[in-house]
């Protein structure tokens, strides 16, 4: 059974730095991985979606890659801001209609 | 706009009582999810759809029920065998059956157990 594993668990760090939130899965066989972004009390942002195919996706701050042979993620996200303030999750999916798998999150904090 | 919409935003349950979730969605997906949030804890699949009048357990299916007469929506009912319903609940879609496709989710439920 997949598991999709965070960390870290938080962080803080002052803004305008690039910052990496890692995310690895025990199954490299996915068919596609999604980051999303979680403000408190709200639903989930669908920030990223990578196909098993492809090695990134860019969008505006935020990069994201796939190493599937290393089961391996990661979300950068240059030049941060207070507003980049959120828990970041990852998901990756089988292919099969059971939906995804997720990870716990990253708390991320961007001190002003 | 096209989207997901939970109702409601906060739910309140009696000990022993049935209630229900909404989830509507205008996108024309096909695919639809329901989801439980636990803190400290990922998304844990609750049951799946994946077309109209077909719907499958997921995970932690035990104590809740589900239908799908329409394609738009997906209302889950938290039964009084559920022990511990107090969660952040979230619907979700995509278009595709499978997992090929982008997942969206709506705004969440958050019931609590008084």
């Known amino acids: 059974k997949q598991e999709v594993t965070q960390i870290p668990a938080a962080l803080s760090v002052p803004e305008g730095e690039n910052l990496v939130l890692n995310c690895s899965f025990t199954?490299?066989?996915?068919?596609?991985l999604q980051w999303f972004r979680q403000d408190p009390g709200k639903g989930l942002t669908s920030l990223l979606l990578i196909q098993s195919s492809q090695r990134e996706q860019t969008s505006g701050r935020l990069n994201a890659s796939l190493d599937k042979s290393s089961g391996r993620s990661t979300l950068y996200i240059a030049a941060s801001q207070p507003g980049d303030s959120a828990t970041y999750l990852c998901a990756s999916s089988g292919g099969g209609a059971d939906g995804l798998t997720f990870g716990k999150g990253t708390h991320l904090i961007i001190q002003p | 706009d096209g989207g997901i919409t939970q109702s409601p935003k906060y739910l309140f349950r009696k000990e022993g009582q049935n209630v229900t979730l909404s989830c509507e969605q205008n996108?024309?997906?096909?695919?639809m999810y329901w989801y439980r949030q636990d803190p400290g804890q990922g998304l844990r699949l609750i049951y799946y759809?994946?077309?109209?009048?077909?719907?499958q357990k997921g995970d932690i299916a035990e104590g809740y029920s589900v239908s799908r007469e329409k394609k738009e929506s997906f209302p889950l009912t938290v039964t009084s065998a559920q022990k511990n319903p107090t969660a952040f609940y979230l619907c979700?879609?995509?278009?595709?059956?499978?997992?090929?496709?982008?997942?969206?989710f709506g705004q969440g439920t958050r019931l609590t157990v008084v």
């Open positions: 996108l024309n997906h096909d695919a």
């Open positions: 199954d490299s066989a996915i068919y596609n």
């Open positions: 979700a879609s995509s278009i595709s059956p499978l997992g090929g496709s982008e997942a969206f």
């Open positions: 759809s994946q077309i109209v009048n077909d719907f």
